[in-house]
Structures are given as C-alpha cells and as structure tokens.
C-alpha cells in the first residue's frame, strides 16, 4: 500500500523501521496522550509487528508516514479496528515526531488516509477518538471535517469520539 500526498509517503510499515520509528515513540511529548506512554525499542519493534498484523487481518492499519524531501519515517497515520463502547469500530490514528508539529502534516496525512479507507474499503465512516486536553489531535479531527459524536470511557480514559462519513 501506498499513498502519496502533496509532502507525504504513507506505506506500510516494514521490520527495520523501528531504527526510525523507537525514537519517535520514546518522545514524552509525542506520547503525552498515549495510553502506553513512551515505549522501549522493543515495545516499538512489537508495535510495528501488531500493524504488519493488522495488514495480513484486514488490509489496513497504521502506516509509516515519511516526508518526501528527507526520506525521513517522521511517524504513523492509518486505520486500527478499535472496541469503542463496545462496538468494533474503524478509528483513525496519527502520531508524529515532535520536529514535524505545526505544518499541516497530520491534517494532509489523516485526510488521504480517509479518502483511502472511505474509496478502497467502503466504510460507511470513520471514527476519531480524542481526550479533550489533547487540543492539536482535536484540530486535526475537526481541520478533517469530522464532527463531535459523543463522550465515551476508551481504554479507561474518559475521550470524546469523533465521526466522518463517507460521502462516496
């Protein structure tokens, strides 16, 4: 798989990324609204094996994010099957290096990734799930169009749910 953006490569992720990747997901601030909180290298090698996983499962998952001038990994964006409120739910996900904040990457990652999951796969929508603290992801759901579903305990968190339906 792979999805090319005006500043973006998003592909699937592969073993001997985790070189690029652990340092990403070691970051306290990238991770400050992770329910995993920072992660080890092997705890990222084993993340990158459950989204080779999902691939073989369903086709989708989270996909390593490169910036096209650098060749850089500089994170995830993708689509994880998540149990929201009991339900099993197609969610979008993003978590990028801190280097790269504030230039629109994350909006022009999740908004391919979108289109991707709403024309490959058909989904009726898709769902982002956000603590109301975490105000950057919040813009990003809201830059995308999606619109304030309800409030919902995920992963003992107390998050907001998000919501955009496809209009293919």
Do not use: H
Request: glycine share 8%.
């Amino acid at each position: 798989m792979e999805i090319e953006t005006r500043r973006l490569i998003i592909r699937d992720f592969q073993l001997e990324d985790w070189e690029q990747f652990a340092p990403i997901l070691a970051d306290p601030r990238v991770m400050q609204f992770s329910t995993t909180g920072v992660l080890s290298v092997s705890e990222t090698q084993e993340k990158i094996q459950s989204f080779l996983a999902s691939y073989q499962n369903y086709g989708f998952g989270k996909w390593a994010t490169v910036c096209k001038e650098s060749n850089q990994l500089i994170g995830y964006c993708g689509i994880a099957i998540e149990q929201i409120d009991n339900q099993e739910e197609k969610e979008i996900g993003y978590r990028l290096d801190s280097k790269f904040w504030g230039q629109g990457l994350a909006t022009e990652a999740a908004a391919a990734v979108i289109q991707y999951g709403f024309r490959q796969f058909q989904f009726p929508y898709i769902l982002g799930v956000v603590e109301r603290k975490n105000k950057a992801s919040l813009r990003v759901l809201e830059k995308l169009g999606m619109r304030f579903e309800r409030e919902t305990i995920f992963n003992g968190i107390k998050m907001d749910v998000y919501k955009i339906s496809s209009q293919i």
